[in-house]
């Protein structure tokens, strides 16, 4: 029998708890639920003693961890650690170990996440041979990160057998995985012991310094039969913390001598070259799969996936996998490569066209060897759970295309409308008269993993690491939710609130996820869409993270964002409005408001056309007719009356606006008792043609609304979600936390060690003007801009009154600011951001070259890569000097070197 005593360093409040979970049955098996109530000891430490015997079948090694219940039943797991007990190796009757819990949000986490540990801080790989267990009564760990090169850790303390403080008698530890260890004989020492760890330069062979703070303390005498182990957590050393510095581009947008009229995977090694001769650590990506939905341009929006697994056609370089026989094909690679880079832009359509043609010439040389590779066979083993699907998807989508512009979504297809696995693989047997149709999609997908696998390999070679981007939806026409509908509601799209970049809102068109389903199985969609990513990146950026809290929900029939709600959320009750001395009337509040005043005032002269849409009523009213009642309605009815005239774009604006004139939507199925406050009613006429007492009243239940009812609601549900999913990788996770942001999302982001998203443009604090980048807080990226925004030469010259004000107070210069961003404007607001705390500095490259008079791009405006104010985008933009030219540039590569070098961001 052995028995081991657990001690947790935890403070905690009346009605809270700790828990205890391990691999083992008596510890619940490493299930929450499972895991076995701990007892209260003092004010600093929890217990449990646990009793084994030895016929309990136990593993050679117990792993195990504490979680935290708080008084309203919340169960928090401390971030894994990997506390363990060697039972093999050690022989006593009792073990007691004492543990320090590791918060999530603890800022030395963050180093034990791949990009860390096999990257930018790699471990070493020649740990000493480990000492035996036998002789010893204590083993100590503790963490260090941030050693420099030829240090270690080494412990002192006030007894003999820990050196009595006496630096020439450091005892120096062992690298053990994560953890520093040592193994110490202190059976004869009187307790308590007071100790430390400390710095010891190794090459040296000499004392360096104690680690800061009080002095830890010790209390049980083992004796001899007890071995006790202390997990101590991390070093407390007030040091500066590791930061870097980054380069933010859409693969597309890349420009070398061997690419064909858009950015590919085998460019990003020359971007890792340029990342690496500048000081940087990181290359940041805007998602890469496939979103080959209607076969045009609009497929360039990133963000709109057929497949959350599947890669970009678009970005496959077909020369590398052109077989050299063929020189006829070659050539005229060569050639179309030589036409498309003359132009500025992306020239999406023509570039996929002309791919695809040479793809399908190059699988029909290669089809009889390929699926027989090794190579291949490996991945599509490795991946065939979503390849296979996604490569009849594709075949079908084909097969039921009607030519350019004609595919038609799946749940029109002649047939598979339903997803059946059986029926699915079925299709796509080898056998099969059309294989070749599904095949080429393997082909296609296994090529672009090995160059987007070799050029990831190539940026670890090379120090660098890749920061990919997760979109918050998928297409309603992907292979996800054909395969999945469950997952989704596919009578709801995903989008935002309106904000400056967009006044109407934003409407993605994804389908919102049914979170109730997903977390049945453990969210297990979500674990292999990171499972797949992290075999190319290191990092990733959640889009729109604030959907994992609450989603901008708008209903099928709309058209614009301002139609949306956010889901879930606490809606107003109906009995809420009396309360409140509000005389609630259904159709006044919840239909559209219109009238001859609201017609006059917002379309004046043209106020007549719209009437031939309306009934009017008797005093001046008019409701819409029956079938202009919905925003598509109304899409539907211009798509067919004449197409794109001026009065038809008004007009359809001037209904859309009408239709957007409520103060409440109804909660669906509430039976007009619940209901959803449409977002920016200040702005609607509905609003301001009612009294000024119920404008006060609905204002104040306004807010309440959406900024404090829902707060705790919207934290639970993030909960809920976001650790399970943080559990599943050890990739390092920054959020995009911008918009219409509810109070609870830094608190609960900070808990979770989730990097935030900081713009100097977007402050999040109210009643700021701008963001300080001296203030970002360590755990989070820092940019002056991101793709859905303009450079920081096209901002300077949008607005000169705000132009203004930023140069005086925020970059602290007197006088008039220069009317266009002159190179030394650029330059000092990049020296800001890297000197911020953050731990990333990340910046567009079309930033970076804008401090360079000779190389920067004559019209800044030509430099954006998304207008999120225009709901169908042309995503094209594209580097107007190939990154060859780049290369070479060592006036512009110099300089950045040198401002990445001096600000601290340049550590190895």
């Known amino acids: 029998m052995v028995k081991i005593h657990f001690y947790i360093r935890f403070s905690t409040k009346f009605g809270q708890s700790l828990l205890l979970s391990g691999n083992i049955p008596a510890l619940g098996n490493k299930q929450a639920g499972a895991a076995v109530l701990m007892q209260y000891l003092n004010d600093n430490f929890w217990y449990y003693t646990l009793e084994l015997n030895d016929t309990d079948n136990l593993p050679a090694q117990i792993n195990y961890s504490y979680l935290f219940k708080d008084v309203n039943g919340a169960i928090t797991e401390e971030w894994n650690d990997n506390k363990t007990i060697n039972l093999a190796a050690i022989s006593t009757p009792e073990i007691s170990v004492t543990d320090t819990w590791n918060f999530s949000g603890q800022e030395e986490n963050a180093y034990y996440t791949s990009p860390f540990l096999q990257v930018l801080l790699p471990q070493s790989k020649n740990a000493a041979k480990l000492q035996p267990y036998s002789g010893y009564t204590h083993l100590f760990k503790v963490k260090a990160p941030l050693l420099k090169k030829d240090e270690a850790i080494c412990i002192l303390g006030s007894t003999g057998d ?15 995985s994560e953890w520093w260890t040592i193994k110490i004989n202190l059976s004869n020492a009187d307790f308590y012991i007071a100790y430390k760890y400390s710095i010891y330069n190794t090459k040296k062979k000499a004392f360096v310094r104690y680690e800061d703070g009080d002095n830890r303390l010790m209390y049980n005498n083992n004796g001899k039969t007890k071995f006790s182990i202390l997990h101590d957590g991390f070093i407390h050393l007030n040091t500066n913390n590791w930061r870097g510095a980054g380069v933010a581009i859409p693969v597309f947008s890349l420009r070398s001598n061997k690419s064909l009229g858009t950015g590919e995977f085998t460019d990003i090694k020359l971007l890792v070259d340029w990342a690496k001769k500048t000081g940087m650590h990181l290359i940041q990506l805007l998602p890469v799969n496939d ?37 006829e094909l070659l050539k005229k690679i060569k050639e179309k490569a030589k036409q498309l880079n003359k132009k500025t832009d992306v020239d999406y359509d023509a570039v996929l066209s002309f791919k695809w043609k040479a793809i399908k010439e190059i699988y029909k040389s290669q089809k009889n060897g390929f699926f027989q590779q090794k190579d291949y066979r490996k991945f599509f083993e490795a991946n065939e759970q979503w390849l296979l699907p996604y490569a009849v998807y594709s075949y079908l989508r084909d097969k039921n295309s009607k030519g350019k512009e004609k595919t038609i979504p799946y749940r029109e297809w002649e047939e598979h409308v339903a997803f059946n696995a059986t029926a699915i693989k079925a299709l796509a047997s080898p056998e099969q008269k059309h294989f070749d149709g599904i095949g080429i999609y393997y082909f296609v997908q296994y090529y672009l993993h090995v160059q987007l696998k070799a050029a990831a390999d190539y940026a670890h070679k090379n120090g660098i690491i890749v920061k990919g981007d997760i979109p918050i939806g ?35 068109g994804f389908p919102t996820y049914n ?37 901008w929900s708008v209903p099928t029939h709309a058209v614009e964002g301002l139609m949306g709600h956010f889901v879930p959320a606490i809606p107003v009750h109906i009995t809420e409005f009396a309360k409140n001395g509000i005389s609630f009337e259904y159709s006044r509040l919840c239909q559209p408001y219109i009238t001859d005043a609201v017609l006059e005032e917002l379309f004046a002269d043209k106020k007549n056309l719209l009437k031939a849409f309306l009934d009017e009523h008797t005093e001046g009213t008019y409701t819409l007719k029956k079938e202009y009642t919905t925003q598509k309605q109304v899409e539907a009815y211009f798509a067919a009356a004449g197409g794109i005239t001026e009065d038809n774009v008004m007009l359809q604006s001037a209904l859309f606006t009408l239709i957007t004139n409520v103060i409440l939507f109804e909660a669906e199925g509430s039976e007009q008792q619940n209901f959803h406050f449409r977002i920016d009613i200040e702005n609607t006429s509905s609003f301001r043609h009612l009294n000024q007492h119920t404008q006060a009243a609905l204002k104040n239940l306004y807010i309440d609304y959406f900024y404090r009812r829902q707060d705790d609601f919207w934290a639970k549900e993030a909960l809920e979600k976001l650790p399970a999913l943080k559990k599943s990788t050890n990739m390092l996770i920054c959020g995009e936390d911008l918009g219409m942001v509810p109070g609870c999302v830094p608190e609960t982001m900070r808990i979770l060690g989730l990097l935030s998203l900081e713009i100097q443009r977007m402050p999040k604090q109210l009643g700021r003007e701008f963001f300080d980048p001296a203030s970002a807080p360590y755990l989070s990226v820092i940019t002056p801009s991101t793709h859905d925004m303009s450079t920081i030469r096209a901002w300077w010259e949008e607005n000169r009154e705000k132009t203004q004000r930023f140069f005086n107070n925020e970059m602290q210069h007197p006088g008039a600011a220069p009317y266009y961003c002159e190179p030394w404007v650029d330059k000092a607001i990049i020296i800001q951001h890297l000197y911020s705390p953050a731990m990333w500095s990340i910046f567009q490259l079309q930033d970076l070259m804008g401090i360079d008079f000779k190389i920067r791009r004559e019209n800044p405006k030509e430099e954006r890569i998304n207008d999120p104010s225009i709901a169908r985008y042309y995503w094209r933009y594209r580097m107007h000097i190939t990154l060859e030219q780049l290369l070479k540039e060592d006036d512009l590569n110099s300089e950045l070197s040198s401002y990445i070098q001096s600000s601290g961001r340049n550590e190895k």
């Not at 076969?295 to 370089?317: C, E, G, Q, V």
């Not at 309603?476 to 997952?487: F, V, Y």
């Not at 992290?534 to 809290?549: K, N, Q, V």
């Open 162 to 176: 820990l050196g009595n403080w006496d630096t020439a008698k450091a005892i120096v530890l062992q690298k053990e």
């Open 291 to 327: 979103t080959t939905d209607t076969n045009t341009w609009k497929d360039s929006y990133p963000y709109n996936a057929i497949s959350a697994f599947a890669l970009h056609p678009l970005y496959l370089n077909i020369e590398q996998i052109t077989p050299k026989e063929n020189t």
């Open 474 to 508: 998928v297409s309603r026409n992907s292979c996800d939710a054909w395969m999945e509908p469950a997952l989704f509601h596919m009578d709801m799209q995903a989008g935002a609130p309106p904000d400056d970049f967009a006044v109407r809102g934003q409407n993605w």
């Open 515 to 551: 979170w109730e389903r997903m977390k049945k199985n453990n969210f297990e969609w979500w674990r292999r869409r990171f499972a797949q990513m992290s075999e190319y990146f290191d990092a990733f950026r959640i889009d729109h993270i604030l959907g994992f809290f609450r989603i």
